[in-house]
């Protein structure tokens, strides 16, 4: 029994022999503390890097050039959305709307948003359903807005 416990002693000292060969860098740890200069640089390419993949303010004009105009229903009415009061309904044209409990708003890029994160007055298209609630609104691009206004 004893020299197997030496033979098991003597192979985790090569083994732990083994991993302090293989990693120079054993000591250094995902959480570790970081010195001053060190922090301050990646702080700063990192703020670099995101500024620079940051999409401009042109963005969307250039993704409605190239995307494929959106089919909005042909019983849609147009109108002026305010921002919503967070109350459950919304303004649009001066009165005020319910929404329904399953009503989607689709921003410029199609994307579904939720009414708080509309901040700015904007053209929009929208649907009620039978009880005369929202069901569905589409806030329009500038082009989509030039073509609804010529309707």
Do not use: F
Not at 119 to 145: F, K, Q
């Amino acid at each position: 029994m004893g020299a197997q416990a030496t033979a098991a002693t003597a192979a985790g000292r090569r083994a732990t022999k083994r991993n302090k060969e293989l990693t120079p860098a054993h000591c250094l740890v995902y959480n570790a503390p970081m010195d001053l200069p060190t922090s301050l640089l990646l702080s700063i390419l990192s703020a670099v890097a995101e500024m620079a993949l940051e999409p401009a303010a042109e963005q969307p004009a250039m993704q409605e050039a190239y995307g494929l105009p959106r089919a909005l229903p042909d019983e849609a009415r147009k109108g002026v959305m305010q921002p919503p009061a967070g109350d459950g309904y919304l303004t649009i044209n001066g009165q005020q709307w319910p929404l329904a409990p399953t009503a989607q708003i689709r921003n410029r890029q199609n994307l579904i948003v939720l009414p708080m994160q509309i901040e700015t007055a904007t053209e929009v298209v929208y649907v009620t359903n039978a009880d005369g609630a929202i069901h569905r609104v589409w806030m329009l691009t500038p082009t989509e807005a030039a073509v609804a206004r010529r309707r």
